[in-house]
């Protein structure tokens, strides 16, 4: 299976049949160095919008190779979103996550600062809560990408900024977004959901996975009045790294994405 490799700041229409792409710096480097990237080898070679572009390369050095695309794969933008809203959790598991949703398909993901979050982006510690959450979201980014190249994605998903439970209330009351706290109290399964008309006809369904202590009652109670549906997954539970994942693939097989 041929690697895949990004030119993120690419002009439409750049990967196209007989051109020729150069990738340099980083990219290139791990590429050449730690994949053994060699000439006259077949690869990807992607903007992470949409467009992916197969060949061969050609010239390859140290810190930059080049390929003549032959074959053009476009994808479109999806014409229904699907948003992870990820709790911030200790450790290593909020990242984790990203890595995951990227892999099942995500289109985009939103870190968010709920009241049980352990890991605190908007105060303590050093630093500004500004430099905090930047930082975050900078690695974040990262993981997605990494994440989008090993599954062959064409289109890297979105990080998003950090948002309160304020944010996620207004955003329940958008129109055409469907959002959907992960939470056991309302009984109510996921799958069951998504075979429904609200799921299908929506452009948008915003999956909202608490931290490791879960959901405060407050947050569901406005998440719900705001006009969110508070769903469960099934009967056993799962950790905040794996709930998001584990939605996404219900939600990929109940809407035919996969």
């Known amino acids: 299976m041929a690697n895949l490799y990004y030119r993120e700041d690419l002009a439409a229409g750049a990967i ?26 077949r690869i990807l070679v992607g903007d992470g919008a949409g467009s992916l572009g197969e ?110 439970t304020d944010d996620l209330c207004r955003l329940a009351g958008q129109p055409g977004v469907e959002l959907v706290a992960l939470h056991p109290r309302s009984g109510n399964r996921l799958v069951e959901w998504a075979g429904q008309s609200e799921a299908r006809a929506a452009e948008q369904i915003v999956l909202v996975v608490g931290p490791e202590g879960g959901f405060a009652d407050a947050e569901l109670d406005a998440l719900e009045a705001a006009g969110a549906s508070v769903l469960v997954l099934g009967s056993t539970v799962l950790r905040t790294s794996s709930a998001g994942p584990a939605a996404l693939a219900v939600l990929g097989a109940a809407l035919g994405r996969w």
């Not at 510690?125 to 064409?154: M, N």
């Open 55 to 164: 060949g061969v390369a050609e010239e390859v050095a140290k810190d930059r190779f080049a390929v003549r695309i032959e074959h053009v794969e476009t994808v479109p933008e999806p014409g229904q979103r699907l948003v992870l809203v990820q709790a911030l959790a200790k450790g290593d598991r909020d990242e984790r996550a990203v890595e995951q949703a990227t892999e099942f398909g995500v289109d985009a993901i939103v870190p968010w600062q709920a009241a049980r979050s352990v890991s605190r982006w908007d105060a303590g510690g050093t630093g500004s809560a500004s430099d905090k959450a930047a930082k975050g979201i900078a690695k974040w980014a990262r993981i997605a990408r990494e994440a989008s190249k090993q599954s062959l994605r064409a289109r890297v998903p979105q990080i998003g900024e950090v948002v309160t």
């Open 16 to 41: 196209a049949p007989g051109a020729i792409v150069e990738v340099t710096g980083d990219e290139a480097r791990h590429a050449v160095r730690v994949s053994r990237l060699r000439q006259g080898e």
